[in-house]
């Protein structure tokens, strides 16, 4: 499959994004996903389409605004209560009511029922069960006595199926999704030397959702190879899901990430590209409400001009030792901050880096080269103590000085952390060596990757 954006042409080689040239003009579409995640679609000569709607009434109803819904709620009642006025004033009528209103000893079929209003009143009262007793049937017309019973059971019915369309509308897991937020721009910055795609998400309410995972797609224009024109392309885009990392808990919020692989659409994508390419990267959170029992799905959407490179989020959860809860200030939910990364594919960076021409530590923190344990700022790295065996995890101290604590934190603040995002690939496989003359933490990406992959590689030689 070509990814491209020109018109086929014969032994000519595109690059993976290229904006298309529309008689010198560049034309520029709107997104499919809006940001606050409705779809940018309409339909068109949908075969039957009102007849399949009203197939499904309830659902109808239910997806319709509220201004129509209480509109069709209060005409379903007065419908109701009109025909049936009309269907007594018609039988009293009939009966003669109307013309012996003066003789004290006609016996009427409903009591008090002279004129169309009375009528209305009757029906009124008798579906709603108010029942005030001035109105009231007689025996003197069986007819009336069927049509309260039909009226009955039909009121029954319309008030049971617009109070559950009210209720239904009240408590649609889609409401839910309000205050699940997301980053307004994506990131892309490197991770264990890994170009990576970041974007945060968040939940406003303390309930957090469960069974919730994520989704990532890349909606493009690309042509096969059989000339196939695929104007809206669906990429997947992995962001863990044979790790599992997909499934989160959103209690607190949450930066994805979507490690830019062989396999990612964004793997022959450098910095210069991305301003002139033509994509949009269209972001799913679906979890189950705990209060209703029901899924939800939040949307949003990233355009080429929406994704920031060379940059990271902020951090935004904070200790307080009043409370000894952890704050989470949702001003600092957008903030990024730039950061030294490599304008180059993750392609490019893969091919510098085996042809051994890749500066890591240009772009990686290492251990210094005695063995004291010095305080450092904040989450900045000192060595361990102990030499790190093959077979074992790398780790190192750090130390964690939040905003709220102590300025003058000493040696009781360090923590021992793993080095590396060791979820990403087995704990058993080979692990980074640190060299015993210089102390300096040698990664081994190429092993790593490999490993992930399920090949097995040998372990690089060190000098």
Not at 26 to 44: M, T
Not at 51 to 72: A, Q
Not at 196 to 212: H, I, N, P, Y
Not at 224 to 235: A, I
Request: net charge neutral.
């Amino acid at each position: 499959m070509l990814d491209i954006e020109e018109p086929l042409v014969k032994n000519k080689k595109y690059p993976f994004f290229k904006t298309p040239r529309l008689g010198g003009s560049r034309r520029i579409r709107n997104r499919l996903v809006q940001k606050q995640g409705l779809c940018n679609i309409s339909l068109k000569n949908v075969p039957k389409q009102r007849r399949k709607y009203f197939s499904d009434i309830f659902t109808t109803v239910i997806e319709m605004k509220w201004r129509w819904c209480l509109l069709y709620f209060s005409l379903s009642f007065m419908i109701s209560w009109s025909f049936f006025a009309t269907v007594y004033f018609l039988i009293a009528k009939q009966h003669g009511d109307i013309e012996q209103i003066a003789n004290a000893t006609w016996t009427p079929c409903i009591v008090n029922v002279h004129n169309e209003l009375n009528a209305f009143l009757f029906s009124f009262t008798t579906q709603t069960t108010i029942g005030y007793g001035f109105r009231y049937p007689t025996d003197a017309c069986p007819l009336t006595i069927v049509t309260m019973c039909f009226q009955f059971m039909w009121g029954v019915m319309t008030q049971t199926l617009m109070a559950g369309i009210i209720f239904s509308k009240l408590a649609r897991p889609i409401k839910r999704a309000a205050t699940l937020i997301f980053s307004k721009n994506a990131v892309i910055c490197l991770r264990d030397g890994k170009l990576c795609l970041l974007f945060r998400v968040g939940d406003m309410r303390k309930s957090s959702l469960a069974e919730a995972h994520v989704r990532l797609q890349m909606i493009k224009r690309c042509v096969t190879y059989e000339g196939e024109l695929l104007p809206f392309h669906q990429f997947d885009m992995d962001v863990g899901y044979d790790q599992g990392l997909d499934r989160v808990f959103v209690i607190w919020p949450i930066t994805i990430c979507h490690e830019i692989d062989e396999r990612s659409p964004l793997w022959e994508i450098g910095a210069d590209d991305l301003k002139s390419a033509k994509f949009e990267i269209i972001a799913i959170l679906e979890g189950v409400v705990e209060s209703v029992g029901s899924t939800t799905q939040a949307r949003t959407s990233y355009l080429p001009s929406e994704i920031l490179w060379g940059h990271r989020f902020e951090k935004l959860v904070h200790y307080k030792k009043e409370n000894g809860q952890y704050n989470i200030d949702f001003g600092k939910f957008h903030n990024v901050y730039s950061v030294n990364t490599p304008t180059c594919s993750a392609a490019e960076i893969e091919r510098l880096r085996s042809e051994g021409i890749f500066n890591e530590s240009e772009y990686q923190m290492y251990p210094p080269s005695d063995n004291k344990l010095n305080l450092l700022d904040n989450d900045e790295m000192s060595p361990v103590r102990d030499s790190i065996d093959l077979n074992q995890v790398p780790q190192i101290q750090i130390l964690r000085r939040d905003s709220d604590e102590d300025p003058d934190a000493g040696e009781e603040s360090m923590e021992l952390v793993d080095l590396g995002i060791h979820h990403k690939c087995s704990i058993r496989s080979q692990s980074p060596i640190i060299n015993s003359t210089s102390h300096l933490l040698q990664p081994m990406h190429k092993n790593s990757c490999s490993v992930r992959r399920g090949m097995l590689a040998p372990p690089a030689s060190h000098s």
